[in-house]
């Protein structure tokens, strides 16, 4: 069992920077494949981002890329997304999640094993 759990959520302005953490616990957090999700009200959850546990490779969705950075410290069981340039399309609970699949690319929500209660972002206008 992995148990994670996400913060740094809030509300910002667009063009605002935010950082999200997630904290994992459990079985060996350097194992697993992580990635970062979001759900807007009404839409359904897309990928974000996801990082390998190997080498750190790491794969974003296009709306994302070259704005969201997606990292991990092994030695501290953490992920992290560096969120910059923030758009009000940004806006959506966003959760971390572990896979057991190798990485990167993994971006299909079933494929992961262990997901967190997600935090909050809202980008206003």
């Known amino acids: 069992q992995v148990q994670l759990v996400e913060s740094g959520g809030g509300l910002v302005q667009a063009g605002a920077s935010l950082r999200l953490s997630c904290s994992a616990s459990?079985?060996?957090?350097?194992?697993?494949?992580m990635g970062w999700f979001r759900q807007a009200p009404g839409k359904e959850r897309e990928f974000v981002a996801d990082?390998?546990?190997?080498?750190?490779?790491?794969y974003y969705a296009d709306a994302v890329k070259g704005r969201f950075t997606i990292s991990r410290d092994n030695a501290k069981n953490t992920l992290y997304l560096q969120m910059n340039s923030l758009r009000p399309e940004d806006t959506a609970f966003y959760y971390c999640?572990?896979?057991?699949?190798?990485?990167?690319?993994?971006?299909?929500?079933?494929?992961?094993?262990?997901w967190g209660q997600g935090t909050q972002v809202t980008v206003s206008s």
């Open positions: 999640a572990a896979s057991i699949r190798y990485g990167p690319s993994v971006d299909l929500s079933y494929l992961y094993d262990y």
């Open positions: 459990g079985r060996t957090f350097s194992t697993y494949t």
């Open positions: 990082i390998s546990w190997s080498v750190g490779k790491t």
